[in-house]
C-alpha cells in the first residue's frame, strides 16, 4: 500500500491512533482524538497520556505493558471534564533490545459500557423480581426444550430449589387430568400466533399430594418468521381465591341453616331433568313439595331458635331417605322439596311420599322438649306436556296445598283440576277483596234456645256474603280463604264492631227481659296481632255494649296453633269480663290443659256429636262426659247443629244448657234476629212423652 493512502486510513479512522515516547509524552496522534477528548491535536501532543488517563488506571498499565498487545479497558478526562470510558489496545516499541515508546489504539466503548451497564441492571432486576415476587417465574427454551423455575415457583409446589430440574414435564406431569386439555390448547393457541398473551387457571398436584390452583401468564419471542423460540411469564397460587369462590358459589346455590340445595340449585336441576326427559323419552322424575304442618305452634311456643333444630332435624331425615341422585332442597321457611329422578316403578313417588312422611313422624328431642311434626306433601309427575321447571313446582306446590285440604299429614298426586279449584280460590281473592270494599259482607245471626226455658239467650253471628252475581254465599264457601290470604283480620274487626252494634240496639229493644248476648268467632289469625284487645275494647267503647254481653269463640285448633300469644291475650280479655267460648269441644286436640289454663266460660258441643245422639249410644256418652266436665270446671254447655225434636230432647236428658239449629231457627239478619227475639217470649221445648212441633 502507498504510503499516502496508509497515512490518510489513519488519519481517518473512527478509533484514536496515537504514540507516545516512555515518559508518556505524545509523539503523535490522529484526528479522532479531536472528537473523543476535545482537545486538539497541537493541545494533545504538548500533553502526557497520564494528563488523560484517570489515576486509578496509571499503576495497572505501566506494570502489564510488554512488546506484545496489551489491552486495558481505562476512563480518560476530556477537556470539558467528561470521563470516557476507552479500550486501549497497546505496546511498547523497540529499538534493538531497548524499548523506545508506545503505540496504541483507543477505542470509545461508552455504548458498549452502557448496554453492559443495562444489561446488568436488567439481571439484577429479574434476579430481584424473582427473588421478592410472590409469583413463581419461568422462562422455557423452546428450542432446547428446557424451562427455568425460580426457587419461588418450585416452592410454590413445595419443593426446594435443587430438587426439580429443568424438564417441562416437571411442570406438566403435575397438573390435573381435568385441566390439561384446556392447558395445552392455551398454549397451543399462543404458539401459533393466535392469542397475544397466555393466561390459563389449572390446578397442579403439591409435594403434599394436594392440588393447588395456580394463575400462569405469559407472553412468546419470536423470531424473523414468527415462529416462538422462547416463552416466559409467572405463575400465581390462587388456591385461597377459588376457594373462597367456591364458598361463594356454594353459599349462593344452599341453605345458610340446613347445607341442603336452595331454591335457585333446586330448579336448576329440576331444569336439567326438562331437558334430559326431553332427549330419552323412557327418563322418569318427580317432584315432592313437603310443607310442615303447625310449623309455626313450634316457633312460637319453643321460640325461633328451637324452630331452626327442627328444621335442621327434618333435613337430615330427608337427606337419609333420599337415593343417591336424587335432591333435597330447602325453598324457604318450612317448605322442602324432593326431585325424584330416573325411576322405573310408576308408584315410586307414592311410596316415597309414604316413606318421607313415616321418616319425619317419628319424634323430635329439641333440647329436652319432644315434638312430634308431620308434613303435607304434593307430588308432580315429569313429563313433557312441562316446558318449565316452574310450572311443575307450582303443580307440585298445589297438590300440597291440596293435601293440605284433607286434613294434613296427608300426600296428594296432582291432578289438572286441583289447577281449576286454585284459579277458582284465586279468583274468590280477589272478589273477596272488592267485597270488602263495596261492603258486601252481612251479618247474620243464629239463635242460641235455653234448654230450660225455651227462651232466646244470645245468637252467633255468622258472617255471609251478598254476591251481586251469585247470591247469597256462607262462611263456609268464603272464609276459609280469608283465612290463607289474611283477609280475615279486617273482616273479623268489621264483625265484631258490627255485632256489639246490633247486640246494643237489640238489649236496648228488650230492656224489661234477660237480654241476649252475642257470640263472634275469632280466627288464629286475630289473636297474633297486638291490637286485638283494642279492637275488642274500642267496639264495646264505640257501641256501648255491656261486656258480658260479649262473647268471643274459639276453635280448639285456634288454641293450639296460637297457644303463646293466645294465653295472655285470652286473660287480658277477660279481664274485659268478656265471656270466652270454646267451639268445636271434642273434635279436635281435646286437651283439657285448655280448659284449665284459659278458664273458658262455655264449652260448644260440636254438630257432628249432635246429629248421631240418635244413632248411637256411644255418643250420648261422649256428651255426658263433655257436660260432666263442664260442671265441674264451672262451665255452660251449647249444643249446635240441632235438627230436630228427638236431639233436642236428648241433649235436655244430658244437661245441656242451651243449644242452636235449624229446629229453631235459621240465621237471621239483625231486624229479624230483634223480632223473633220480641215476638216469641220462648220456644215450646219437647217432652218426656210427645214430639214438638218443628219452628223454622
Same mark, same amino acid.
Given at each position: 500500500?502507498?504510503?499516502?493512502?496508509?497515512?490518510?486510513?489513519?488519519?481517518?479512522?473512527?478509533?484514536?491512533?496515537?504514540?507516545?515516547?516512555?515518559?508518556?509524552?505524545? /509523539?503523535?496522534?490522529?484526528?479522532?482524538?479531536?472528537?473523543?477528548?476535545?482537545?486538539?491535536?497541537?493541545? /494533545?501532543?504538548?500533553?502526557?497520556?497520564?494528563?488523560?488517563?484517570?489515576?486509578?488506571?496509571?499503576?495497572?498499565?505501566?506494570? =502489564?505493558?510488554?512488546?506484545?498487545?496489551?489491552?486495558?479497558?481505562?476512563?480518560?478526562?476530556?477537556?470539558?471534564?467528561?470521563?470516557?470510558?476507552?479500550?486501549?489496545?497497546?505496546?511498547?516499541?523497540? $529499538?534493538?533490545?531497548?524499548?523506545?515508546?508506545?503505540?496504541?489504539?483507543?477505542?470509545?466503548?461508552?455504548?458498549?459500557?452502557?448496554?453492559?451497564?443495562?444489561? *446488568?441492571?436488567?439481571?439484577?432486576?429479574?434476579?430481584?423480581?424473582?427473588?421478592?415476587?410472590?409469583?413463581?417465574?419461568?422462562?422455557?427454551?423452546?428450542?432446547?426444550?428446557?424451562? @427455568?423455575?425460580?426457587?419461588?415457583?418450585?416452592?410454590?409446589?413445595?419443593?426446594?430449589?435443587?430438587?426439580?430440574?429443568?424438564?417441562? +414435564?416437571?411442570?406438566?406431569?403435575?397438573?390435573?387430568?381435568?385441566?390439561?386439555?384446556?392447558? @395445552?390448547?392455551?398454549?397451543?393457541?399462543?404458539?401459533?400466533? *393466535?392469542?397475544?398473551?397466555?393466561?390459563?387457571?389449572?390446578?397442579?398436584?403439591?409435594?403434599?399430594?394436594?392440588?393447588?390452583?395456580?394463575?400462569?401468564?405469559?407472553?412468546?419471542?419470536?423470531?424473523?418468521?414468527?415462529?416462538?423460540?422462547?416463552?416466559?411469564?409467572?405463575?400465581?397460587?390462587?388456591?385461597?381465591?377459588?376457594?373462597?369462590?367456591?364458598?361463594?358459589?356454594?353459599?349462593?346455590?344452599?341453605?345458610?341453616? /340446613?347445607?341442603?340445595?336452595?331454591?335457585?340449585?333446586?330448579?336448576?336441576?329440576?331444569?336439567?331433568?326438562?331437558?334430559?326427559?326431553?332427549?330419552?323419552?323412557?327418563? $322418569?322424575?318427580?317432584?315432592? @313439595?313437603?310443607?310442615?304442618?303447625?310449623?309455626?305452634?313450634?316457633?312460637?311456643?319453643?321460640?325461633?331458635?328451637?324452630?331452626?333444630?327442627?328444621?335442621?332435624?327434618?333435613?337430615?331425615?330427608?337427606?337419609?331417605?333420599?337415593?343417591?341422585?336424587? /335432591?333435597?332442597?330447602?325453598?324457604?321457611?318450612?317448605?322442602?322439596?324432593?326431585?325424584?329422578? +330416573?325411576?322405573?316403578?310408576?308408584?315410586?313417588?307414592?311410596?316415597?311420599?309414604?316413606?318421607?312422611?313415616?321418616?319425619?313422624?317419628?319424634?323430635?328431642?329439641?333440647?329436652?322438649?319432644?315434638?312430634?311434626?308431620?308434613?303435607?306433601?304434593?307430588?308432580?309427575?315429569?313429563?313433557?306436556?312441562?316446558?318449565?321447571?316452574?310450572?311443575?313446582?307450582?303443580?307440585?306446590?298445589?297438590?300440597?296445598?291440596?293435601?293440605?285440604?284433607?286434613?294434613?299429614?296427608?300426600?296428594?298426586?296432582?291432578?289438572?283440576?286441583?289447577?281449576?279449584?286454585?284459579?277458582?280460590?284465586?279468583?274468590?281473592?280477589?272478589?273477596?277483596?272488592?267485597?270488602?270494599?263495596?261492603?258486601?259482607?252481612?251479618?247474620?245471626? #243464629?239463635?242460641?234456645?235455653?234448654?230450660?226455658?225455651?227462651?232466646?239467650?244470645?245468637?252467633?253471628?255468622?258472617?255471609?256474603?251478598?254476591?251481586?252475581? *251469585?247470591?247469597?254465599?256462607?262462611?263456609?264457601?268464603?272464609?276459609?280463604?280469608?283465612?290463607?290470604?289474611?283477609?280475615?283480620?279486617?273482616?273479623?274487626?268489621?264483625?265484631?264492631?258490627?255485632?256489639?252494634?246490633?247486640?246494643?240496639?237489640? =238489649?236496648?229493644?228488650?230492656?224489661?227481659?234477660?237480654?241476649?248476648?252475642?257470640?263472634?268467632?275469632?280466627?288464629?289469625? #286475630?289473636?297474633?296481632?297486638?291490637?286485638? %284487645?283494642?279492637?275488642?275494647?274500642?267496639?264495646?267503647?264505640?257501641?256501648?255494649?255491656?261486656?258480658?254481653?260479649?262473647?268471643?269463640?274459639?276453635?280448639?285448633?285456634?288454641?293450639?296453633?296460637?297457644?303463646?300469644?293466645?294465653?295472655?291475650?285470652?286473660?287480658?280479655?277477660?279481664?274485659?269480663?268478656?265471656? %270466652?267460648?270454646?267451639?268445636? @269441644?271434642?273434635?279436635?286436640?281435646?286437651? %283439657?290443659?285448655?280448659?284449665? =289454663?284459659?278458664?273458658?266460660?262455655?264449652?260448644?258441643?260440636?254438630?257432628?256429636?249432635?246429629?248421631? %245422639?240418635?244413632?248411637?249410644?256411644?255418643?250420648?256418652?261422649?256428651? $255426658?262426659?263433655?257436660?260432666?266436665?263442664?260442671?265441674?270446671?264451672?262451665?255452660?254447655?251449647?249444643?249446635?247443629?240441632?235438627?230436630?225434636?228427638?236431639?233436642?230432647? #236428648?241433649?235436655?236428658?244430658?244437661?245441656?244448657?242451651?243449644?242452636?239449629?235449624?229446629?229453631?231457627?235459621?240465621?237471621?239478619?239483625?231486624?229479624?234476629?230483634?223480632?223473633?227475639?220480641?215476638?216469641?217470649?220462648?220456644?215450646?221445648?219437647?217432652?218426656?212423652?210427645?214430639?214438638?212441633?218443628?219452628?223454622?
Amino acid at each position: 500500500m502507498e504510503e499516502a493512502t496508509y497515512r490518510e486510513l489513519v488519519e481517518n479512522a473512527s478509533d484514536v491512533i496515537y504514540a507516545h515516547d516512555l515518559e508518556g509524552r505524545f /509523539t503523535w496522534v490522529n484526528r479522532a482524538c479531536e472528537r473523543i477528548t476535545g482537545y486538539t491535536r497541537d493541545e /494533545t501532543l504538548r500533553l502526557r497520556i497520564w494528563d488523560l488517563v484517570a489515576p486509578e488506571y496509571r499503576a495497572a498499565m505501566e506494570k =502489564n505493558l510488554s512488546g506484545e498487545m496489551q489491552t486495558f479497558e481505562v476512563e480518560v478526562v476530556a477537556k470539558d471534564g467528561r470521563r470516557i470510558p476507552l479500550e486501549l489496545k497497546s505496546r511498547l516499541v523497540y $529499538r534493538g533490545h531497548m524499548p523506545i515508546g508506545v503505540q496504541g489504539i483507543a477505542r470509545d466503548i461508552s455504548e458498549r459500557r452502557r448496554a453492559a451497564e443495562a444489561m *446488568r441492571e436488567s439481571e439484577e432486576r429479574y434476579a430481584l423480581a424473582a427473588l421478592g415476587s410472590n409469583d413463581g417465574l419461568w422462562d422455557w427454551d423452546l428450542r432446547a426444550n428446557r424451562v @427455568f423455575f425460580s426457587a419461588r415457583w418450585k416452592e410454590q409446589l413445595g419443593a426446594k430449589d435443587s430438587e426439580l430440574t429443568d424438564d417441562p +414435564d416437571e411442570w406438566f406431569d403435575r397438573v390435573h387430568p381435568d385441566d390439561r386439555e384446556r392447558l @395445552f390448547g392455551d398454549l397451543s393457541l399462543h404458539l401459533e400466533g *393466535r392469542t397475544l398473551h397466555l393466561e390459563v387457571e389449572h390446578r397442579v398436584r403439591h409435594l403434599d399430594g394436594n392440588w393447588r390452583w395456580m394463575l400462569v401468564r405469559g407472553a412468546a419471542v419470536r423470531d424473523a418468521d414468527g415462529r416462538a423460540y422462547r416463552l416466559a411469564g409467572s405463575q400465581t397460587d390462587i388456591t385461597a381465591r377459588k376457594l373462597a369462590e367456591e364458598k361463594l358459589l356454594h353459599d349462593a346455590l344452599h341453605d345458610g341453616l /340446613t347445607g341442603l340445595p336452595n331454591r335457585s340449585l333446586f330448579m336448576d336441576r329440576l331444569e336439567q331433568a326438562l331437558a334430559f326427559q326431553q332427549r330419552r323419552a323412557d327418563y $322418569r322424575f318427580a317432584v315432592l @313439595f313437603l310443607d310442615l304442618d303447625r310449623f309455626k305452634t313450634v316457633n312460637e311456643s319453643l321460640g325461633h331458635t328451637i324452630g331452626d333444630v327442627l328444621l335442621v332435624q327434618v333435613a337430615r331425615r330427608l337427606r337419609a331417605i333420599a337415593r343417591p341422585g336424587d /335432591t333435597v332442597a330447602r325453598l324457604g321457611g318450612d317448605e322442602f322439596a324432593l326431585l325424584l329422578g +330416573d325411576f322405573m316403578d310408576p308408584d315410586e313417588p307414592v311410596r316415597t311420599a309414604g316413606r318421607v312422611q313415616e321418616a319425619l313422624a317419628a319424634p323430635y328431642d329439641l333440647d329436652g322438649t319432644e315434638v312430634f311434626v308431620t308434613a303435607s306433601i304434593g307430588l308432580a309427575v315429569g313429563s313433557r306436556a312441562y316446558t318449565q321447571a316452574e310450572e311443575l313446582l307450582r303443580d307440585a306446590d298445589t297438590a300440597m296445598y291440596h293435601a293440605k285440604d284433607l286434613g294434613r299429614a296427608r300426600h296428594a298426586v296432582f291432578d289438572p283440576a286441583m289447577h281449576a279449584h286454585a284459579r277458582a280460590r284465586l279468583q274468590l281473592d280477589t272478589d273477596l277483596r272488592r267485597a270488602i270494599e263495596r261492603e258486601e259482607l252481612r251479618l247474620r245471626y #243464629q239463635p242460641v234456645v235455653s234448654l230450660r226455658s225455651g227462651q232466646i239467650v244470645g245468637c252467633e253471628a255468622l258472617v255471609v256474603w251478598e254476591h251481586p252475581a *251469585r247470591g247469597t254465599i256462607p262462611p263456609g264457601d268464603f272464609i276459609p280463604t280469608a283465612e290463607e290470604t289474611g283477609l280475615i283480620v279486617p273482616i273479623g274487626r268489621w264483625a265484631l264492631s258490627q255485632a256489639c252494634q246490633d247486640a246494643k240496639e237489640w =238489649n236496648d229493644a228488650l230492656a224489661r227481659g234477660p237480654g241476649v248476648y252475642v257470640a263472634v268467632n275469632l280466627s288464629a289469625k #286475630q289473636l297474633l296481632p297486638s291490637d286485638l %284487645l283494642e279492637d275488642v275494647r274500642g267496639a264495646l267503647a264505640a257501641s256501648g255494649l255491656e261486656a258480658r254481653r260479649l262473647k268471643l269463640e274459639l276453635t280448639e285448633s285456634v288454641i293450639m296453633e296460637q297457644a303463646g300469644p293466645a294465653a295472655l291475650l285470652l286473660t287480658q280479655l277477660k279481664a274485659l269480663s268478656v265471656g %270466652l267460648l270454646l267451639d268445636d @269441644f271434642g273434635t279436635g286436640y281435646s286437651s %283439657l290443659s285448655y280448659l284449665h =289454663n284459659f278458664r273458658f266460660d262455655t264449652l260448644k258441643i260440636d254438630r257432628s256429636f249432635v246429629a248421631r %245422639l240418635e244413632q248411637s249410644g256411644k255418643e250420648a256418652e261422649i256428651v $255426658r262426659t263433655i257436660v260432666s266436665l263442664a260442671r265441674a270446671l264451672q262451665m255452660e254447655v251449647v249444643a249446635e247443629g240441632v235438627e230436630n225434636a228427638a236431639q233436642a230432647r #236428648q241433649l235436655q236428658l244430658l244437661q245441656v244448657d242451651s243449644a242452636q239449629g235449624y229446629w229453631f231457627s235459621r240465621a237471621l239478619d239483625a231486624k229479624g234476629f230483634l223480632e223473633l227475639a220480641q215476638a216469641r217470649k220462648s220456644f215450646a221445648l219437647p217432652g218426656p212423652e210427645h214430639a214438638p212441633q218443628a219452628h223454622h
